[in-house]
């Protein structure tokens, strides 16, 4: 992947945190004057794009870097990502499939996307399959976890769901957050909890 300086992408990133999306964009698309085809920059223009919900502008890097690079595991999952967000659940998952084998089923957040496809196509073993896969690949993903807690409610699991809240409150200190802070997590598990104690 073509590298933006740390400073530059630092800038990147904190004007996305802002929301001031259309600063973002004009500060990547100096980079991509230079260098058109730039994968970091175009990442980061469907990132934009997605954060402030143009999903169509989003996919336009994605469907190029796929067509240019469609070797790298990273834009197939970001394209089933896009689909997930039309509710175009077998798309989605053909594009996490693809990813899923690409890197011998060991990213957490590919299996555990996979498996919310499944949900949303009414195939529920199949999503606590593939949960479980992400969970046993990294049992500190956040993300997981939560839908972990959720699913064992779902299914009445109280026991099970109790497992996952003390897993959750043990290693808060070392879990991996990415899209959210564990600010976040903390208060759902929260609710949850709240919820068992009636």
Not at 30 to 57: H, M, S
Not at 103 to 116: F, S, V
Request: with cysteine.
């Amino acid at each position: 992947m073509s590298v933006i300086p740390n400073i530059v992408l630092e800038e990147i990133e904190a004007l996305k945190k802002q929301g001031k999306y259309d600063e973002a964009l004009s500060r990547v698309n100096t980079l991509l004057v230079r260098d058109p085809k730039n994968k970091e920059a175009l990442y980061q223009v469907a990132d934009i794009e997605y954060r402030r919900g143009d999903i169509t502008k989003a996919e336009k890097p994605v469907d190029f870097l796929l067509d240019s690079y469609d070797e790298d595991a990273m834009w197939w999952y970001i394209k089933g990502v896009l689909e997930m967000e039309k509710t175009q659940w077998s798309i989605a998952k053909s594009y996490f499939k693809k990813a899923i084998t690409m890197l011998d089923g060991d990213n957490p957040e590919i299996l555990r996307c996979y498996g919310l496809c499944e949900y949303w196509s009414w195939n529920r073993e199949q999503w606590i399959t593939y949960l479980m896969k992400s969970y046993k690949v990294n049992e500190y993903d956040a993300e997981v976890i939560l839908n972990l807690i959720e699913i064992s409610i779902l299914e009445k699991k109280v026991s099970q769901a109790k497992k996952y809240i003390k897993h959750f409150r043990t290693h808060k200190e070392k879990l991996n957050c990415f899209d959210r802070d564990i600010s976040y997590y903390d208060e759902k598990v929260t609710l949850f909890e709240q919820f068992l104690k009636g």
